[in-house]
């Protein structure tokens, strides 16, 4: 699909990541098959390879609806429960006009300007400068922004993180990352229950090998089917790690293709390019929750956490998306901002060291067409009036009336 403005961007992406978010659940049907798989070995160990695929294949038909029905029951716990849960983990907590009349005023006015229903607003007690959006509905919908984010940032940058987030909303991004969140989980938990199953158990495979037997034929058939079962389990063990690991590209790929999205979405509401570049600069490497989980940290405006030469990064690097902001938006990159509190302890020391008024500049020095003496000083005590001259005189020409 050809993109070639904002909205047809956004048409575009929304088309993609459907497409990816049926990727992540065709990798809970690989699972599956790598489950029967490791099954059918633990049941039969004297099998040969195509046994095993052939009667892995039946039963992923026979598991298909089972598998289907569990992971649409484990989106429907998380579309219930996953505010709960996030709360939970962060320290999220509502707020009303009255609490936080600053922060409420800003968001109602973006929302108030675009006709868009105002989602709740949550404020998290950390010093970390970050916001997020979650929800899967509008009921559900709600913004959660840190108090580090509100001392370290200005109205017009809150504004644009706000509008940040309101973006992610609008666009659908909240429902598609927290579906894909939880698929991933589907996808990992199996993963790592299988892994461990493996690893932490005594399963022996190809049990026909162990045998002894008097003729060379029977001899030959077991090191074949014992060969068969461990090529089988090498084969679930790739699919499993290959599953894990596209689910966990996929997931991340989700998020960085929204990331400059939003941004651009921000622009739009506030008209303020500035604002959003500023934010973001002042919000580089100081966005760490502590205590959240990678998921959580994918819904951010920032997240910190680098991945291995950006393949496992959850996000855009704040430079590149700074660099889209000034080439497409016009603004300006003013480089990596210090915060109001950085400076808390310079100005400590200034305001403990005992104030002394600052030394007089010295007299300008003579020239051709200045006198060699300065000025002298007025004199003390007496204000100055207006300089006596021949045209000046307080009694006029004919005296004091």
Known sequence: ????????????????????????????????????????VVLNGDGSVNY??????????????YATLGAALWIVIAYFFHQSIIDAVTGGEDVTRQQQPRLYNLLENLCISRGIPMPKLKVMD????????????PKQYSVTVTTGLLNGLNDQEIEAVLGHELTHIRNGDVQLMVVAVIIAGVVGFTAELFFRLLFNSNWRFGGGSSRSSSSSSSSSDNKSSGGGAIFVIILAVALIALAWALSLVVRLALSRSRELLADAGSVELTKNPDAMISA????????????????????????????????????????????????????????RLPLP?????????????????????????????????????????????????????????????
């Open 1 to 40: 699909m050809a993109a070639y403005g904002l909205y047809t961007h956004i048409a575009s992406n929304k088309f993609r990541s459907m497409l990816l978010l049926g990727g992540l659940f065709l990798l809970i049907y690989v699972m599956v098959f790598a489950g029967a798989l490791i099954a059918e």
């Open 341 to 401: 509190s950085d400076g808390e302890g310079a100005d400590s020391d200034d305001a403990a060291a005992p104030s002394t008024p600052p030394p007089l500049p010295p007299p300008p020095a003579a020239g051709p067409w200045s006198d060699a003496n300065p000025p002298a000083p007025p004199p003390q005590g007496r204000p100055q009036g207006p300089s006596q001259g021949p045209w000046i005189n307080p009694a006029g020409p004919w005296g004091r009336r």
């Open 52 to 65: 095993y695929l052939v009667a892995a294949s039946r039963d992923l038909i026979k598991a298909f609806p």
């Open 280 to 335: 973001l600069r002042k919000i580089e490497n100081r966005g760490e929750l502590p205590g959240a989980t990678s998921a959580v940290m994918e819904l951010c405006v920032d997240n910190p956490r680098e991945g291995f030469a950006d393949l496992f990064a959850t996000h855009p690097s704040v430079d590149s998306r700074v660099a889209a902001l000034v080439k497409y938006a016009g603004g300006h990159d003013p480089g």
């Open 126 to 137: 950390s010093d970390a400068l970050n916001a997020f959006a979650t929800g899967l509905n």
